[in-house]
């Protein structure tokens, strides 16, 4: 069945560390602690490439980008999104539009968000208003709450490409 239009839905997770940057949507945050994992753990790109993925239904992120491969080391997930957004145009689909959600206390996002959605818009390569980033708090529960990591959802609505 070669459907017109495809939805996915991505989650990701990673635990705060010591001495990483946190790096969010693509941008450096400026933050006591950074995310642990083995690229530089961008959960709200890697909840992008998930939701995409999904969509095509071509697996998840560990996949395409193993852990267990050295050459993913401290990898920046703008180009694993990028490499995501190629793979996706092979399929001839484009972009309709992301809905995505940060879930962490602190620090607060507001002011980076704007940029977040200009890095996502541009790998993509869609316009600014159909990237929808939010930030929210877990109101003290869970791990999020006692800020022991970070968590991001993305929703991705993909649309077939005429050939």
């Known amino acids: 069945m070669n459907l017109q239009y495809k939805i996915g839905f991505g989650y990701d997770v990673h635990k705060f560390a010591e001495d990483r940057k946190l790096i969010l949507g693509g941008v450096e945050i400026p933050f006591e602690k950074g995310l642990l994992g083995h690229s530089d753990a961008d959960v709200l790109l890697h909840s992008i490439c998930d939701a995409i993925l999904g969509a095509l239904a071509l ?49 607060k996002l507001a002011s980076y968000i704007p940029d977040m959605r200009k890095i996502i818009a541009n790998i993509l390569n869609i316009t600014i208003d159909q990237i929808s980033v939010k930030a929210t708090t877990s109101e003290g529960l869970g791990f999020v709450g006692h800020e022991e990591g970070c968590a ?8 077939k490409q005429d050939k």
């Open 59 to 107: 697996g998840d992120i560990g996949i395409h980008f193993p852990d267990s491969d050295p050459k993913y080391l401290n990898a920046d997930s703008k180009e694993l999104l990028n490499h995501i957004y190629y793979l996706m145009k092979d399929f001839h689909y484009e972009v309709g539009n992301v809905d995505s959600t940060i879930l962490l206390e602190r620090p």
């Open 152 to 159: 991001a959802q993305a929703v991705v609505l993909l649309i």
